[in-house]
């Protein structure tokens, strides 16, 4: 493309039309299509990035059409609705010119003005409907309009809803829509900025979609935009699901019927258990709905029975007041006549039982047991102080009569002599095999040493090669990735080096060092030379101060106990 003879063509229409810009964006558009062509292409573009042809514009080109596009700010919308219609003039031909030229600026009008796509969604509705019979038209029409959700979120969601939506279930049409939400969602991972768009009215045509068999969508795309449920509920449910979830549960209710798929029930009532927990006034809403939603209603006590012990307090209780206003209207039901037999027993059985679980979870006696222990324990110190000593107590008078006393002294003495015996045979094997495994050791630990001071070398030098490599590697990447994922792997490795500088490397020096200096000490303690009589007297030395420090704790705890009891 010759850029001074585009210049130049630019030039001669703002002189001979100085006060009418929109001739000026229409001849740019005109000139771009007529030079740039290209073997005519499916109309979603589908084999190519989703800001094909733009992409391939040159920094220069862009400079000329955004520069333009500024200075004619005021025909913007008129000059997108001329690209669209011209576009689709040009299907009717027959030799029809590639559209690159309109394309490319459709997409730089939206690409910083996303709303004109918006404003006149209801028009280009209606623009599909008289074009149902010609799917290139109509695609090529949500191609256009989707390209502002590329740029903006919320504008793309207002498209998808406004737009692909209402014809979501005309077979020439669902691939694309269903496609281009999936390839919306991705590119914009920060669902927040999508929050108020999705209402009732849109999400539960979304959700007869995704789980209601034999629908108008194939099975293929069906499970794509079960894929995209997650994401879809969190943006109905908003920023503050505690305020809104009561208007989604009357829905969800209706559709819980005992005929219901049951992967399209189990999402039901998940979704109905969380708008419970989240927002309390779906209670009162159940409340309202329970008489004329009986089997659905039983179908969701139930499954609180079942998810009982995964319920939050605060859930149980405001549970526990609806029950039992269930409760009295299953009796006037109930008393009234044989109508809705069968529903008004399961409703009243699973209330029952929800009666029961909220009355208690059993007796306590983990909780018994440990008072009885205290107590005990209490009692026992109590009865060696009053005596005197533990020989003269009652307890003890007790334990002897019971021929406890005599067994577990025993009991001990054997014990005891058989750790006298384990000490003098560790005694005597113990030095043999303590010298060896030093002998064994003390090279393998100054190995280790040699291996660790290696394996930071190594890192260091893997580090400075990465930090190298990293430039090349992130621009190889720029040309062939998203920039919202390459934005997201350069923080990723940025945290990374940030990691092994700051944390591993630190680390290991640290480890080496602590121990070299353990193993100096212990060479240095021992004369120069680690023995199994030196390695002996310091672990006589430690379990000493240990048992020392173990028999003033157990007094200090013993006088404490003392003090309580007497105090009281």
């Not at 995964?310 to 009234?336: C, G, I, P, Y």
């Not at 064994?440 to 280790?448: G, I, M, Q, T």
Request: aromatic letters at 10%.
């Amino acid at each position: 493309l010759d850029l001074a003879d585009l210049q130049k063509e630019l030039d001669k229409s703002q002189s001979v039309f100085p006060e009418n810009p929109s001739v000026w964006v229409k001849d740019l558009a005109g000139y771009l299509n007529y030079k740039l062509q290209a073997p005519r292409s499916d109309p979603m573009l589908s084999q190519h990035p989703h800001d094909y042809p733009y992409c391939l514009v040159s920094k220069e080109l862009k400079s000329i059409i955004r520069s333009l596009l500024g200075r004619s700010s005021s025909v913007l919308e008129l000059f997108f609705d001329h690209c669209i219609y011209t576009m689709l003039q040009e299907l009717d031909k027959t030799r029809g010119e590639s559209l690159h030229g309109y394309r490319i600026c459709i997409q730089a009008v939206l690409l910083d003005r996303p709303k004109i796509a918006t404003m006149n969604l209801g028009k280009y509705l209606e623009v599909l409907r008289s074009h149902q019979n010609r799917p290139a038209k109509c695609l090529t029409v949500l191609w256009a309009l989707g390209q502002a959700g590329f740029a903006d979120l919320h504008e793309g969601l207002k498209v998808w809803l406004g737009i692909m939506l209402p014809v979501l279930g005309i077979k020439s049409l669902s691939p694309y829509a269903v496609a281009y939400l999936d390839r919306l969602l991705m590119m914009h991972p920060n669902l927040t900025k999508g929050f108020g768009m999705i209402g009732p009215k849109d999400f539960f045509p979304l959700l007869d979609f995704a789980f209601m068999p034999n629908n108008s969508l194939p099975p293929s795309l069906q499970e794509q935009l079960r894929r995209l449920y997650p994401r879809l509920k969190v943006l109905a449910f908003g920023a503050k699901p505690e305020t809104a979830l009561h208007t989604y549960f009357p829905s969800f209710l209706s559709r819980a019927t005992p005929s219901c798929p049951p992967g399209m029930k189990k999402e039901l009532l998940t979704s109905m258990s969380q708008c419970l927990s989240l927002d309390p006034l779906s209670f009162s809403v159940w409340r309202q709905l329970y008489t004329k939603h009986l089997s659905q209603s039983s179908l969701l006590l139930n499954h609180l029975l079942e998810s009982w012990d995964s319920s939050s307090k605060k859930v149980r209780q405001s549970l526990q007041e609806t029950v039992r206003s269930f409760k009295v209207t299953n009796e006037e039901l109930a008393a009234r006549g044989p109508n809705s037999d069968q529903d008004v027993a399961a409703c009243d059985a699973a209330c029952k039982e929800l009666l029961r679980k909220m009355k208690g979870r059993g007796f306590p006696w983990s909780r018994l047991l440990l008072v009885l222990l205290v107590f005990a324990a209490g009692f026992l110190l109590h009865d060696v102080r009053t005596h005197g000593s533990f020989q003269a107590s009652s307890s003890a008078r007790l334990l002897h009569s019971s021929g406890v006393l005599p067994a577990s002294q025993q009991a001990w003495q054997k014990v005891s002599h058989c750790c006298l015996e384990g000490y003098r045979w560790l005694e005597r094997s113990l030095p043999v095999y303590g010298s060896q495994a030093a002998a064994v050791l003390e090279p393998l630990w100054a190995k280790s040493v040699e291996v660790a001071l290696y394996a930071s070398e190594q890192c260091s030098s893997l580090l400075s090669w990465i930090h190298d490599s990293l430039p090349c590697f992130i621009e190889w990447l720029q040309s062939r990735v998203p920039e919202s994922l390459l934005h997201f792997a350069e923080c990723v490795g940025e945290l990374l080096l940030f990691l092994v500088r700051s944390c591993l490397l630190p680390l290991l020096e640290c480890v080496a060092a602590a121990l070299e200096r353990g193993w100096k000490h212990c060479v240095d303690s021992c004369n120069g030379a680690v023995s199994w009589d030196c390695v002996r007297e310091h672990l006589t030395s430690f379990t000493y101060s240990s048992w020392i420090y173990l028999q003033n704790t157990t007094v200090a705890v013993k006088n404490w106990a003392l003090a309580m009891i007497s105090g009281h």
